[in-house]
């Protein structure tokens, strides 16, 4: 574990790092992933990551979560699950330090590639990815479940490491 810059380090301000997800962590986790989203990941969604030996790293300011993200390895590729900053800390540049850090543990198991799937609604997510480089390389169709029984289609990005 440790310590990384922060997008815009200011006098006093907390010592940030990253750190793997551990059973005591999972209530902060859900709560932010609860706020963030109106279809959450549940509880088992998380504990089958765990359990799949999926990456998940959390970014903490002193003690504080301010987010995290689930990653896959695969072969040549990593497939990036989820990425969430909590609310409280969103619009501040904490998607890059978390991409950054993707982006090392997936050079770190010899990955070439990012993957990830985003909603097609999900405009500043979109935004964040197409700075850090990802590309649209594709769209699945009704992939997330939407408002009632309505579904809605998912862009395929990818980005070369």
């Not at 440790?2 to 793997?20: D, F, N, Q, Y």
């Not at 770190?108 to 405009?123: K, M, T, Y």
Request: hydrophobic share 45%.
């Amino acid at each position: 574990m440790s310590a990384i810059p922060t997008p815009c380090p200011t006098a006093g301000a907390p010592e940030v790092r990253l750190e793997p997800l551990t059973l005591d962590r999972l209530d902060d986790l859900l709560a932010i992933e609860r706020r963030a989203y109106s279809h959450p990941w549940t509880l088992g969604n998380f504990t089958d990551a765990l359990a799949s030996g999926y990456q998940i790293q959390l970014l903490l300011g002193a003690e504080q979560l301010l987010g995290y993200f689930v990653a896959m390895p695969g072969v040549d590729e990593a497939h990036l699950l989820n990425l969430t900053v909590s609310p409280d800390f969103q619009q501040q540049g904490w998607a890059r330090v978390l991409l950054d850090a993707l982006a090392l543990w997936a050079r770190g198991c010899g990955a070439q590639w990012l993957w990830l799937e985003v909603r097609v609604s999900n405009l500043r997510a979109r935004h964040v990815y197409e700075q850090y480089g990802f590309r649209r390389v594709g769209e699945r169709k009704r992939y997330y479940p939407g408002v009632g029984n309505e579904r809605e289609d998912a862009i395929v990005m990818s980005a070369a490491l």
